[in-house]
Structures are given as C-alpha cells and as structure tokens.
Nanobody, 128 residues
Framework: QVQLAESGGGSVQAGGSLRLSCAASGDTYRSVCMGWFRQAPAKEREEVATFYTANGNTYYADAVKGRFTISRDNAKNTQHLQMNSLKPEDTAMYYC?????????????????????WGQGTQVTVSS
C-alpha cells in the first residue's frame, strides 16, 4: 500500500504561481512513476505531468509545457509540481498519483489501468 498526501493548492490570479507537494509513504518502491492529474468540473481527468523515478525522465501535457515543472525529493519521498503563469483554464482538482509505468507516445506515464494509488486531491482555482 502507498499513501499519498497532497498540499499546496489554493486560489491565485491569472499569471500567478502555486507549488503543489505530494508526500508518499508505505511501499513506495513499486511506484516507479509518480505524476499529477487534474479534473475540472464536467471534464475528464487528464494527465498533467509524470516523473519516471528510474532515470528522472519527465512528461508534460502540451497545455502545461513551459509553465509547469515536476520534481522529486528522494530524501523526503516527496514530489512537487511548480506551476507558473497560471491560467483560468488550469482551474481543477489536482491529484497526485503513484504506480507502475507504461511507455507510449514517446514517454513514460503512470499506468492508470494497473495498480495505481491516488491522493485525496487539492483544489487549484485561477481567476482572471
């Protein structure tokens, strides 16, 4: 079992920044991929960014490339999502995820169709 605890969400004006954190505990050795997903009201969940812990490779959705940065603090078993130049369309519930990996479209991704652990979510609201 893996437990994930997110923090750092909140409300910000467009152009502002937020930093999300996700502290992992438990059997984390199996969670080779850790990432962030988001879901806005009436929209499907979408992958935002993924960190492949085996070699540090990262994936970003096109909508956040150049604005968001995913990182991992191995000593603290914590991952972060630095979000800059936020836009109103970034408003969503953000979820931390950890699990095995799947390779497709040239990147590693959290294999959400396999064993995956989710955090409780943290709300990000960006006003115009």
């Amino acid at each position: 079992q893996v437990q994930l605890a997110e923090s750092g969400g909140g409300s910000v004006q467009a152009g502002g920044s937020l930093r999300l954190s996700c502290a992992a505990s438990g059997d984390t050795y199996r969670s080779v991929c850790m990432g962030w997903f988001r879901q806005a009201p009436a929209k499907e969940r979408e992958e935002v960014a993924t960190f492949y812990t085996a070699n540090g490779n990262t994936y970003y959705a096109d909508a956040v490339k150049g604005r968001f940065t995913i990182s991992r603090d191995n000593a603290k078993n914590t991952q972060h999502l630095q979000m800059n130049s936020l836009k109103p369309e970034d408003t969503a519930m953000y979820y931390c995820a950890a699990g095995t990996c799947r390779w497709y479209s040239g990147s590693w991704h959290v294999a959400i169709d396999s064993d995956v652990y989710w955090g409780q979510g943290t709300q990000v609201t960006v006003s115009s």
